[in-house]
């Protein structure tokens, strides 16, 4: 396999729809890193942070009524710029690589796309709280809808996330998709109903060509 051009500190970001398997490979993707050598810190958003999982049991609840989608972006984007202050830019500052579940693509496809906020507004917020910051790499895990929403109804209850109807789920996975065409020097899709083996060659493969 091609070794990386560079060890320089990234920020790689697992993306997709639910179902598609990044919270599973997350650890698949660090051991790879790990392996040739580099300091690698795994994380998750919402999360990440003390403040980030609190943010994310409100955004995973379910209420009297319905989260409206604008308070939705903002809290994604509240745990957003604590997971950078306190965990991404230490990391990348120290020399580290850093790989999460999940980055501001999320906020595109969900609040963007598929809750109708549109691009403009996740725009606004990704310059405000972000800077120039964005990830050097992105996967893309994707999976036919049916069959991730059938992978994810086999983890439990599940959230309001999971329980939204399939045609919110198509709009989500149309956004990423097109988002990967837009700038494919930063995106890999990867096919994720592929074989566990196959879907480590294509991680493989992705993360030692980008430059």
């Not at 990440?48 to 379910?62: D, I, K, P, Q, S």
């Not at 984007?77 to 501001?104: C, K, M, N, Y």
């Amino acid at each position: 396999m091609t070794e990386p051009v560079t060890d320089a500190p990234r920020l790689i970001a697992l993306e997709g729809g639910e179902g598609a398997g990044k919270s599973t490979q997350i650890e698949m993707v660090a051991a790879i890193l790990r392996g040739r050598g580099l300091d690698v810190v795994t994380s998750r958003e919402p999360g990440g942070t003390r403040l980030g999982e609190a943010v994310r049991g409100v955004l995973m609840n379910e209420y009297d009524h319905p989260m409206p989608a604008m308070s939705e972006l903002l809290l994604m984007f509240a745990a957003r710029a604590a997971h950078l202050s306190q965990v991404i830019e230490p990391a990348l500052a120290r020399g580290a690589w850093v790989v999460t579940d999940r980055f501001t693509d999320a906020s595109y496809a969900y609040q963007g796309a598929a809750r109708g906020l549109g691009d403009a507004a996740v725009a606004t917020l990704e310059r405000l709280v972000q800077g120039e910051r964005r990830p050097d790499g992105v996967l893309v895990f994707d999976i036919p809808v049916e069959a991730g929403l059938a992978r994810a109804g086999k983890r439990g209850d599940g959230n309001r996330f999971d329980r939204e109807t399939v045609a919110f789920h198509e709009r989500v996975r149309a956004a990423y998709l097109a988002r990967a065409h837009a700038a494919p020097a930063r995106y890999r899709v990867i096919d994720a109903e592929a074989s566990p083996a196959a879907v480590r060659r294509q991680i493989e493969t992705a993360l030692a060509d980008w430059p």
